[in-house]
């Protein structure tokens, strides 16, 4: 009797109460179905790792350009895989997440560094075929032909992304290749929530990307109209892609059916990619540019990127007392950081492109000697005009489009720092068909017409010409810095040119001015690429009396949009490590819950 009594009907207005709150709390759960990605929920669920903009932990971390794979990075850390393994899982899902950049048909370089001091750089650029030559974009009258230098079939080189993944998780992964792909696949299958990131990109290049029938069928609905943040996106021929990669490593790629799809597609859009060069590609280890700083060692990728050499003829020029904690947004720093950047730029012009085909003065490059006549040659009361540097003038194209960066450490101290990218955003905007690969237009980055050196805009130096199977020239700088046997910071960026001008101000504000993670990554930026001769300062966040000196020193100044994004990672005292996304790309910091105590658990 009891029991009955308990179960007994409650009277009318308690249930009306729980009724109204069973509806609110239904529609709150279709609410929330299709929104984008909440980073509290994930906390709620108790989920094994953290997730912020800003995030501190001792038991690693993953920065990227993505919560969905940041998240997968941490999981991978929780689960017992080190810095590579996160890495390789991080690169695969931003290929389904971040489809701008994160990529399989691209190309990047990523460094490892292992506890024990030992540095591995894993170039895996993107490679030219056998037909390329210094004379490709040209027409029959020796100039650029539009309709080769643009057609984005032409500009697509060998990818290396699946195959220097591979490298590095051969050498450095712990955890089996296969699980680090699945979380891709699984993503691609069962779709995920569009950013809002995602969104406007797709909208911004709607014309680039509905020119090719295969990326339409993938990215925008059946009226034309791109996929919006909150829907969810599938992309069952990605997953299929990615699971033949879970099972059949690199061969699939490139000695079986997906380089011979692609090569096929590139053929015939009036490209020249054959299943036989992605036959001979290959990932190459390179010898890392390890450079002393402030008592501790920086080390930067070796060419084919000149992001290594440049970042570090930077700092050597600027390392000097006189910047010591100098105002991060003052007249002062921006002069002397523009003048050092406009040297390093002229050099990289004039001696930088693939080393397997060009011989680069590396040590010449980086002496004490040669930064010192490069110190020596800057006035602090006037702006050198690039052309003094130069006998003729030699403006360099125009940088556009996304890269993207992520960083990772494990709590062993491996430290991984990875910029891969397609070139422009999305590449030249196409899908290869049945395959979801976005292609690389990264071909694009070779100098395009041999001895052109006019104001057109272009540069025409021997060192970075096309030649059949070379690597393109790139700025990806990924950089770790290390001090007492102890990663310090990892960082890198994307942005095209303007990736050396992020980096080297991110190392800059950290080891010279000494401010905190977050400032040394959110403060304001500027970039001085030599040519055009101009210093570019992000719109809205300088002082303006900093740009009426730097317009008195006699600098061409001009405002831009915001520029790069270092997702990175700092060593900060007591914090421990710290990630800080960067906010201008949509960084996200994750990581690991399961060592960190029980606070998290
Ligand atoms: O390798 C390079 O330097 C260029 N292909 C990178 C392109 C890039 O960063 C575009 N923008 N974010």
Not at 20 to 30: D, H, K, N, S, W
Not at 391 to 415: C, I, K, N, Q, Y
Not at 476 to 503: C, F, H, K, L, N
Not at 564 to 580: K, Q, T
């Amino acid at each position: 009797m009891l029991a009955t009594s308990r179960i007994s009907r409650p009277e009318p207005r308690i249930r009306a109460a729980a009724i109204v709150a069973a509806l609110l709390l239904l529609l709150a759960l279709g609410c929330t179905r299709g929104m984008p990605p909440d980073p509290a929920r994930a906390l709620l669920r108790r989920e094994p790792f953290k997730l912020g903009r800003t995030v501190a932990s001792s038991s690693g971390l993953v920065v990227c350009a993505d919560a969905e794979a940041a998240r997968i990075g941490a999981r991978v850390l929780a689960e017992g895989g080190n810095a590579v393994d996160a890495a390789v899982a991080v690169a695969f899902a931003l290929a389904v997440t971040h489809p701008q950049a994160g990529n399989l048909g691209g190309g990047g370089f990523m460094l490892v560094r292992r506890p024990d001091g030992s540095v591995d750089a894993v170039d895996y650029r993107e490679t030219a075929p056998a037909a390329f030559h210094p004379e490709v974009y040209l027409g029959t009258d020796g100039e650029i032909d539009r309709t080769r230098y643009d057609n984005p079939y032409l500009q697509v080189g060998v990818p290396g992304t699946v195959a220097g993944l591979a490298l590095a998780h051969r050498r450095h992964g712990r955890r089996p290749f296969h699980l680090l792909v699945e979380p891709a696949e699984r993503l691609a299958r069962a779709g995920f929530i569009v950013s809002p990131l995602l969104a406007r990109d797709l909208r911004l290049h709607r014309a680039k990307l509905s020119r090719h029938p295969s990326t339409v069928r993938v990215f925008f609905h059946w009226d034309r109209e791109p996929y919006q943040a909150g829907e969810r996106l599938q992309q069952p021929e990605l997953a299929g892609v990615l699971k033949s990669i879970a099972t059949g490593g690199t061969d699939v790629f490139y000695r079986g059916w997906i380089g011979e799809a692609i090569a096929q597609k590139v053929r015939a859009g009036g490209g020249c990619l054959t299943a036989a060069d992605f036959r001979r590609y290959e990932a190459r280890l390179r010898d890392p540019i390890r450079t002393p700083l402030r008592g501790g060692e920086l080390i930067g990728m070796p060419p084919p990127s000149s992001g290594g050499i440049a970042v570090a003829q930077v700092l050597a020029i600027l390392d000097s007392p006189a910047l010591h904690r100098a105002d991060p947004v003052g007249p002062q720093l921006a002069h002397a950081l523009a003048e050092s950047l406009r040297r390093a730029f002229r050099d990289r012009a004039l001696h930088l492109g693939d080393p397997d085909f060009t011989a680069v003065p590396v040590n010449q490059l980086l002496s004490a000697a040669h930064v010192k006549e490069l110190r020596g040659g800057i006035d602090p009361r006037r702006a050198t005009p690039s052309e003094s540097l130069w006998p003729v003038p030699l403006p360099l194209p125009e940088a556009g489009g996304e890269t993207t960066h992520f960083s990772v450490l494990d709590r062993d101290g491996m430290a991984v720092a990875n910029t891969y990218t397609l070139e422009q955003t999305f590449g030249g905007g196409v899908v290869a068909a049945d395959l979801g690969i976005f292609l690389n237009n990264e071909l694009g980055d070779f100098n395009p017409k041999p001895g052109d050196t006019d104001r057109a805009g272009r540069i025409g130096t021997p060192p970075n010409l096309p030649a059949a199977g070379k690597r393109p020239l790139s700025s990806m700088s990924p950089a770790i810095y290390v001090r007492d046997g102890q990663v310090e910071i990892i960082t890198g960026s994307p942005g095209g040119r303007t990736i050396i001008s992020t980096v080297a101000g991110v190392l800059l504000k950290r080891l010279f001015l000494e401010l905190d993670p977050e400032h040394a990554v959110w403060s304001p930026r500027l970039h001085h690429a030599w040519l055009p001769d101009r210093l570019e300062l992000e719109e809205g966040l300088w002082p303006p009396q900093t740009l009426e000196v730097l317009r008195a020193l006699g600098h061409t100044v001009k405002t831009a949009s915001s520029q790069g994004a270092a997702h990175s990672i700092f060593r900060d005292g007591e914090r421990g490590y710290v990630g800080v996304g960067d906010c201008r790309g949509d960084g996200w910091a994750a990581a690991p819950t399961w060592f960190d105590g029980d606070e998290e658990r």
